[in-house]
T-cell receptor, first 116, second 116 residues
Framework: AQTVTQSQPEMSVQEAETVTLSCTYDTSESDYYLFWYKQPPSRQMILVIRQEAYKQQNATENRFSVNFQKAAKSFSLKISDSQLGDAAMYFCAYRSAGTSGSRLTFGEGTQLTVNP | DGGITQSPKYLFRKEGQNVTLSCEQNLNHDAMYWYRQDPGQGLRLIYYSQIVNDFQKGDIAEGYSVSREKKESFPLTVTSAQKNPTAFYLC???????????????FGDGTRLSIL
């Protein structure tokens, strides 16, 4: 079974600065997808960014980028120019690319605080 | 606008009572999922369904039941056998990978269940 680990329960960053959230995972599969979801106080789950394991290029979405290290099974999220609206719980998630279903396995989350 | 609707937003259960959480989607997604979120923890999969009239247990299915009579609907019943039902419940949906294209899961706004 796959597992996802987020070793930082809490992180903080000053507004306009950069922060990196860590995620590691364990799998025996070679083809899979990785995601970062954001959950603000409203509890809504919002997709931030996703990465296909077969792509070597790191995904980027505006101020959000990932550092995907497949051999190390590491998938960190970098938030540049942090804004107050980035404050939220961030979850790393894994999904198999097999046909057994599209279920997600989540890490325990990192609570990000943005200080003005 | 397409999306996922969960109701009610808040629900209270008495001892020995079964309660049902509603999840409806108009995204024409084949797959639907139920997750449970406890404070300070990530999401854990309860049940999922890839097709009408079929569903599979997730990691914590005991004390829960589901049905999938229509593509749009995937209600979750929290039975009296679930001794610790207090949690935040999230419903999600997605396309199936083998039907073409990788699409992330879309989430509803959640239902908070508490014991009276």
């Amino acid at each position: 079974a796959q597992t996802v680990t987020q070793s930082q329960p809490e992180m903080s960053v000053q507004e306009a600065e950069t922060v990196t959230l860590s995620c590691t995972y364990d799998t025996s599969e070679s083809d899979y997808y990785l995601f970062w979801y954001k959950q603000p106080p409203s509890r809504q789950m919002i997709l931030v960014i996703r990465q296909e394991a077969y792509k070597q290029q790191n995904a980027t979405e505006n101020r959000f980028s990932v550092n995907f290290q497949k051999a190390a099974k590491s998938f960190s999220l970098k938030i540049s120019d942090s804004q107050l609206g980035d404050a939220a719980m961030y979850f790393c998630a894994y999904r198999s690319a097999g046909t057994s279903g599209s279920r997600l396995t989540f890490g325990e989350g990192t609570q990000l605080t943005v200080n003005p | 606008d397409g999306g996922i609707t969960q109701s009610p937003k808040y629900l209270f259960r008495k001892e020995g009572q079964n309660v049902t959480l509603s999840c409806e989607q108009n995204l024409n997604h084949d797959a639907m999922y139920w997750y449970r979120q406890d404070p300070g923890q990530g999401l854990r999969l309860i049940y999922y369904s890839q097709i009408v009239n079929d569903f599979q247990k997730g990691d914590i299915a005991e004390g829960y039941s589901v049905s999938r009579e229509k593509k749009e609907s995937f209600p979750l019943t929290v039975t009296s056998a679930q001794k610790n039902p207090t949690a935040f419940y999230l419903c999600a949906s997605s396309t199936l990978r083998h039907l073409g294209g990788e699409q992330p899961q879309h989430f509803g706004d959640g239902t908070r269940l508490s014991i009276l």
